[in-house]
């Protein structure tokens, strides 16, 4: 009788922030927007990666990709 380790499942989620502003702040809360989506499944900061900015005159879009 073989027995296989118990293996940890890997869960791996994508998230789109976007963000308006006429002051700048477009970016940050294109970054809040995906972080509280995040935070809400469970992610922390740690488990985040930034794969896509777009950053325009009054908007921002980003993407994260979150794994644990």
Known sequence: ???????ADTVTEVYHGSGYS???FAIHYA???A???ARADGFERTDCVE????I????AHVTWECTH
């Open 1 to 7: 009788m073989t027995s296989i380790p118990a293996v």
């Open 22 to 24: 006429d002051w700048g």
């Open 31 to 33: 970054r809040a927007q």
């Open 35 to 37: 972080w509280q989506q």
């Open 51 to 54: 794969t896509e900015t777009v």
């Open 56 to 59: 325009e005159m009054f908007e």
